[in-house]
């Protein structure tokens, strides 16, 4: 790449989201400025309604915010065009998602290929960098096995296989293990680092599960559409520590 | 942006791989497909059934017609030799030759007539009679309203006036009464019509006299099943008539069969037979049962020669057997022949009802498909989404959208031409029997398939066409929403 990589992949400056419903307007982001930098792991979290979903769309380029700018990779998200859009969503982004969001009428393996076919890989080489990537995840015996035949856990590692397909900088999760047992979960979570650490993609999570601050590198806490704190892991056993002692009777 | 090149090449995605896609959807939600499946198909057997239905019954009517005009011809023919033709019995016997026959043409040196101006004569003759016929059957209210207590032939005389003419048009218009077209047009010219009318009567009634006085036998018919053909066309020759030579033998040959057939039917009428044929076969006679069994049964026939009961007409079983057969089978022409006309009319091709019963039929088809496709958008708006949020490019999700709807348009498109044309050919073959299957239009029907094939398809894909736009616009944020 001949461009300098900026230090900061995700920039966000003064975000905000009105959703009109029924001329009632609500206010989801009142003005989010945050900084991710590369490789970074960072988690968002928050009770629901807090409106970690919708940060999480405007940060994807799933959304456009109301008002505010997101910068992704330095790219000023809103100037883009519908097929710029598609060219970010593929190539710079790997979404995960709470419900998995697999097609069901594919098998695991096309579910796995198919941004690679978006992305313009022919049929030979996205069949075995899918089959590598499903490797990666443990679910190479289950290729040809569809969605609805496995369970939760490897329906999110499908998932997760799928979202590293073109090699992303960003990998976005919104509430990867919600849905999941405790086991599960943690499997997942263990995968998430496991990738940050090795592949380098800067993962942004928006959870409920504790679990992930002891992984993450920072930790932004967001109440009614605002940030409310950002914590480093440094300061964060201490915080933890206060939280479990805070539900201990 | 140079990097967005690189999806571009989803535009150049194998349409093998998008097809397998599209199937795959067809596939999961089953149901819905056959439901719009059905839509296109019965749409597309209504117009198949509508258009095989029209292309035999349009073959068979050519066919029929064809074969009805030979039968015809003989007889046509022989009413200009054989009678006398006052002025408006010549435009009448004109008029009623099939289009294209060849009798005016060799006629025109006995009517005096050009033969340039042969067709502008023939269309004033058809005029005369229809505008004649016209006036006649119109109720008696409004014919006293137009002619003020004038005849038919004062007042068209009088309309040669062009301010009469005016005040004819505003008079009908009145009323109102439709004029019919051209009859404006013909107006002025038609005394003029009518005197060169009587002058190709004259002429031509006096040629007649001459060639009739020439031929010693009842009438033309007669005379050439008697005669051979050298001596035939010696005397057209010598009268002027140009009989071209294929027709003149072919003639000449019907009237030798009609001569027989004659014969036969005048031994069949003999009580002797009845009577004997009664004793011998057990059988009620009437000349069409023993037509029949003459027909299809030889012995039948040969015991008629032993008896001698032919004898008057010197009709031996061969002969009657074959005569038998000629009167079934004209009889047969002539009946279809009357039945299609009075079924179909003597135009070719569909009507505009029929044409607007389709398009009716098309645009409901449309809507019901447009409905079916938009739901199976909705079904799918996760599976649309997602597949967004992986860099799937508008374009792409609406080709999906139209690949599905072609596909299935195909399909429809080819079971419907299979269902409508099989119930076409079915109905047809039932009421009109194996004349059917003689005038097969083979050829009309292969492009009438594919005409109906690429009807359905456009009609799959033209209802696709909304749903697909709606389906790219869709917004991949909704892929998050938790169900």
Not at chain 1, 82 to 104: H, M, P, W
Not at chain 1, 189 to 207: F, M
Not at chain 1, 225 to 245: C, K, P, T, Y
Not at chain 2, 369 to 391: D, H, P, W
């Amino acid at each position: 790449m001949s461009r300098k990589l900026s230090k900061i992949i995700i920039r966000t400056q003064g975000v905000c989201r009105d959703y009109n419903r029924n001329g009632v307007i609500t206010k989801a982001l009142r003005g989010i400025d945050l900084e991710v930098v590369r490789r970074e792991f960072v988690s968002i979290m928050g009770p629901s309604g807090s409106g970690k979903s919708t940060l999480f769309n405007a940060i994807g380029a799933l959304d456009t915010p109301t008002s505010g700018t997101v910068f992704i990779d330095e790219v000023d998200v809103a100037q883009l065009n519908a097929d710029e859009l598609a060219y970010i969503r593929c190539k710079k982004i790997g979404y995960i998602f709470q419900s998995y969001n697999l097609v069901t009428v594919q098998t695991c393996l096309e579910n796995v290929t198919t941004p690679m076919i978006f992305a313009g890989l022919i049929d030979d080489q996205a069949r075995k960098r899918g089959m590598q990537l499903l490797d990666m995840v443990g679910l190479k015996d289950r290729w040809d096995h569809r969605p609805l035949e496995m369970s939760g856990g490897q329906q999110q590692r499908t998932a997760i296989a799928r979202a590293l397909a073109n090699d992303p900088s960003i990998l976005l999760c919104d509430e990867p293990t919600a849905n999941l047992d405790l086991k599960t979960g943690q499997e997942i979570n263990d995968l998430l680092v496991r990738l940050n650490k090795e592949s380098g993609a800067t993962v942004i999570c928006s959870t409920h599960d504790h679990r992930m601050l002891d992984v993450s590198d920072r930790v932004v806490w967001i109440r009614d559409g605002q940030v409310e704190r950002i914590s480093r892991r440094e300061d964060l056993n201490i915080e933890l520590a206060a939280v479990e002692v805070g539900h201990t009777p | 942006m140079t990097t967005k090149l690189d999806l571009r090449d989803q535009n150049n995605l194998p349409l093998l791989k998008q097809v397998a896609i599209a199937v795959d959807g067809i596939q999961y939600r089953l149901f819905r497909s056959l439901l719009t499946l059905g839509v296109v198909v019965l749409a597309v057997a209504f117009l198949s059934n509508v258009l095989v239905e029209h292309q035999i019954a349009d073959a068979c009517k050519t066919g029929v017609g064809a074969l009805a005009s030979e039968q015809r011809e003989l007889g046509q023919v022989a009413v200009f030799f054989d009678t006398e033709m006052p002025p408006r019995e010549l435009a009448r016997n004109l008029a009623e030759l099939p289009p294209g026959s060849w009798l005016p043409q060799s006629l025109t040196a006995w009517m005096g007539v050009d033969k340039e101006r042969l067709p502008l004569f023939m269309d004033d003759c058809a005029s005369l009679l229809q505008y004649d016929a016209w006036f006649d059957e119109l109720p008696p209210g409004h014919q006293r309203i137009l002619t003020e207590g004038l005849d038919r032939e004062t007042l068209f005389a009088q309309l040669q006036d062009p301010d009469e003419r005016r005040e004819f048009v505003r008079t009908a218009r009145m009323i109102p009464l439709r004029l019919p077209d051209g009859l404006v047009d013909f107006l002025p010219r038609r005394s003029y019509f009518l005197e060169s009318l009587r002058r190709a009567s004259d002429h031509f009634n006096k040629n007649r006299e001459a060639f009739a006085s020439h031929i010693e036998a009842d009438g033309l018919a007669e005379w050439l099943a008697a005669t051979d053909v050298e001596t035939a066309a010696d005397l057209f020759d010598a009268h002027q008539v140009s009989v071209p030579s294929e027709r003149l033998e072919a003639l000449m040959v019907r009237a030798g069969d009609r001569q027989r057939e004659r014969d036969l039917l005048r031994v069949l009428r003999e009580p002797r037979l009845a009577t004997a044929w009664r004793d011998e076969f057990g059988e009620v006679f009437d000349q069409r049962r023993a037509l029949v069994a003459l027909a299809e049964h030889d012995e039948r026939a040969l015991w008629m020669e032993e008896r001698e009961l032919a004898q008057a007409a010197d009709i031996d079983a061969g002969i009657a057997v074959d005569a038998a057969r000629r009167i079934l089978q004209t009889r047969r022409i002539l009946d279809m022949d009357e039945l299609l006309i009075a079924n179909y009319g003597t135009r070719t091709g569909l009507d505009a009802n029929m044409f607007w019963l389709l398009v009716v039929s098309f645009m409901v088809c449309i809507a019901g498909i447009t409905n079916a496709m938009l739901i199976s958008v909705i079904e799918r708006f996760r599976e649309i989404a997602t597949m967004k949020c992986l860099g799937a490019l508008n374009g792409f999700i609406a080709r999906l959208s139209l690949i599905e709807a072609a596909a299935m348009g195909l399909v429809g498109g080819f079971l419907g031409v299979l269902l409508g044309g099989v119930i076409a050919v079915t109905r047809m073959a039932y009421a009109y029997g194996h004349w059917v299957w003689r005038f097969f239009p083979w050829s009309d029907l292969g492009w009438g398939a594919l005409i109906a094939i690429a009807s359905g398809l456009a009609l799959a894909t033209l209802s696709a066409l909304y749903p697909a736009f709606a389906a790219a616009r869709m917004v991949p944020v909704d892929a998050m929403r938790v169900e």
